[in-house]
């Protein structure tokens, strides 16, 4: 592990995986202690700047999506939710009249609210009642039921086939789950997201890597230039520390730190 930091120079969740396996192999097969891994080498994990995309790139790129995985994108710059936590938005959590979204089970399993777009009110609108019909469709023909976390749906047996609990983004397809083997229509996958989410930055020409959590770098960026407060931000986000909320003023678009070059001035 030391040859892969040192030598190697690998990032450091590469060697954080090799950790991982040598842990398992040792601690759950082998049944044995490792006392020297405390002066195992760890590779150095150097602060990243996040990309971010201006108002008028991300308008650009978004102009180029449609349908569902549009609506996803919009949404994910619109309130600051990661690409799974807006995936697995649910009916009930949707807060029209509050103008607001529920995040559940986010990063770390915490729950929060965040805003609800005036401008995303009647496509999300829309988006809920084409996934009403789907659901009632799935229910008429003996499916309609929904994953559930925890034990809920032992608990209470009726819950995965009511409204609230479904889907705002279903899946075109109804699929089969390997671990219970019954048949639910899960959300939209992920990675057809990601995919025309890359085709559209590429029909605009962006150089730029772009990807959906950097609408999420893009929505944070762009609420502190228009002067709200870092702590809002902080909620809206989900940060549990400020300082992780705080990388985000170092990428404000003030031209290097709003300073002014002294080769301007010539």
């Not at 060697?15 to 192999?25: M, T």
């Not at 989410?197 to 029909?203: I, L, P």
């Not at 770098?217 to 230039?225: E, I, K």
């Amino acid at each position: 592990m030391t040859h892969l930091a040192v030598d190697r120079k690998v990032a450091p969740s590469t060697q954080a995986q090799a950790k991982s396996a040598i842990l398992f192999l040792y601690r759950v097969v082998l049944n044995l202690a490792l006392p020297w891994l405390d002066e195992v080498v760890a590779a150095s994990s150097p602060r990243r700047l996040p990309v971010v995309l201006t108002v008028a790139e991300v308008r650009a790129v978004l102009e180029q999506m449609n349908g569902s995985v549009g609506l996803v994108c919009a949404l994910l710059y619109g309130t600051g939710m990661r690409l799974l936590e807006g995936l697995r938005l649910r009916v009930k959590d949707v807060e029209f009249v509050r103008r607001e979204i529920v995040v559940r089970h986010g990063k770390g399993g915490k729950d929060r609210v965040t805003v609800l777009p005036e401008n995303l009110i009647l496509p999300l609108q829309q988006q809920i009642a084409r996934a009403r019909a789907l659901h009632q469709r799935d229910l008429a023909e003996g499916y309609g039921a929904v994953w559930l976390p925890g034990a809920l749906d032992a608990k209470y047996p009726g819950t995965p086939r009511q409204w609230g609990w479904q889907w705002v983004f279903p899946s075109a397809l109804r699929s089969t789950d390997p671990r219970t083997g019954s048949v639910h229509r899960h959300h939209l996958n992920e990675a057809s997201v990601q995919k025309a989410m890359s085709q559209a930055a590429k029909r605009v020409g962006m150089v730029k890597p772009c990807s959906p959590h950097i609408l999420r770098h893009s929505f944070a960026t762009h609420l502190l230039q228009s002067g709200y407060d870092i702590r809002t931000v902080q909620e809206l986000l989900g940060h549990s520390d400020v300082s992780t909320t705080m990388i985000y003023t170092h990428v404000l678009n003030k031209g290097g730190r709003g300073i002014r070059s002294p080769f301007d001035q010539m």
